[in-house]
């Protein structure tokens, strides 16, 4: 009898086991993007974010990035491997769907060296056994060009024909002469086209007269980043002919080159005094005085990250934790902020980032979104460096490679709150490797990406 009673108990767990499994694999999903275009620089790289909605496994469902036609294929993923034999040859070697999060619903895609023809709209398509879903996004791309050079070319109805040049712009650029007031000035010529990249270059001219305004600054503005680039000159009267025209030119030539050689001078020294004088203060045996004991916040915490006893080490896990949905906890990026914060003085505090490879540290200020996506960036409120996939950068308006051991472990950094500055250092070099400069007027926060485990290092305060 006792043998029956088990055999019964058996079959009808395996029967609730079976009934549970088969509710899993029909539960429908959603599949969320941003509901905002994200701008791309050329030459760089951008991820497409894209996740499922509850978030769950996608390593067993189908993951196709295609363009406006579902069989342009930009990645496909498919029984747990990627498939390029479909991939349109324009995207060959340039993609890849990062697994980091696949568990959790996260299948985004990074691509690599941008190019204006990747500007458009990106679809993510997610298909499952028994359901599929899709989500929409729009990629636009800029080019910040170089700095504009300004040209003599020479004499021209009666006056000197100035030129003004520059190359890498897009979309396409807008170009002005402006006086020293910054009033507009009308240009002689104007001439755009493309290069093979499909960047564009241009070049705008003027003829300025003894009679005309001669102190010239040339802008060249990317009207989809609103940033802009300058170049100034001043026409001098000793280049207006009242001799002989091999005279004028003679003194031309002289001028300019007295006029580009001493202020270049000039302008490094000062450079190079100035940087001598930051680094002075920035010196790390300096800078450890400032030592702070930095713990974390657990109401900022992504779910999936897990917080120590004492608060001083923190560690992503596949598994979602049940925490309150609070207004200050990261909800998309899997981020945590440090449990002080600062509005005035110096402070200093150390990280150790383990063996990990997907990490990222800095600072932060407390209106930073807490919701949705978010790009990190002084912009967007977040001043930090980070690893990605054994790629060191400095994540500034446009992000900055740098030039790190890759068996860097611990980082230092320095915040100065008055003085607007954000230092990391590397501990083995004792030197700083990167400083960010702001202007600080809200709270600040450390703040901590992580994807492995990173820990607070522990310092005697005001050592």
Known sequence: MPCCVHL????????????????????????????????????KEIVLPCHLLPRMSAENMEVRWYRTQFLEVIHLYRDGIDHYEKQMPAYQGRTELLRDGITDGNIALRIYRITPADEGHYSCFIQSSTF????????????????????????????????????????????????????????????????????????????????????????VRNPRLNQEKESTIYITDVFFPRVSPYMVALCVILALLGFLIFPAIYYFWKKHKAKGELLAELRWSNIRQYAVNVTLDPDTAYPHLVLSNDQKSVEWRPQHRDVPDCPKRFDCETCVLGYEGFTSGRY???????????????????????????????????????????????LAPIEVPLSLSKSLRKIGIYLDYEGGRVAFYDLVREGPFFTFTAHFTEKIFPFFWVYSQITVCPLRTGE
């Open 8 to 43: 019964c108990l058996v079959t009808q767990f395996s029967s609730l086991l079976f009934m549970f499994t088969s509710w899993i694999q029909t539960v429908n999903f959603k599949v969320n993007g941003p509901d905002h275009p994200i701008t791309a620089i050329a030459g």
């Open 132 to 219: 599929y879903g899709e989500a929409m996004l729009e990629l636009k791309v800029a080019g910040f060009g170089s700095d504009p050079r300004i040209l003599v070319e020479g004499y021209q109805d009666g006056g000197i024909r100035v030129v003004c040049e520059s190359t890498g712009w897009y979309p396409e650029p807008e170009a002005q002469w402006r006086d020293h007031h910054g009033q507009l000035l009308a240009s002689s010529s104007e001439a755009k086209s493309k290069d093979a990249n499909g960047l564009f270059q241009m070049q705008i001219s003027i003829v300025a007269t003894e009679n005309s305004n001669r102190d010239l600054s040339c802008f």
């Open 348 to 394: 200093y505090w150390e990280i150790d980032v383990g063996d990990g490879t997907n990490w990222g540290v800095g600072v932060a200020k407390e209106s930073v979104s807490r919701k949705g996506w978010i790009p990190f960036s002084p912009k967007e409120g977040v001043w930090a460096v980070d690893e990605c996939r054994g790629q060191h950068r400095a």
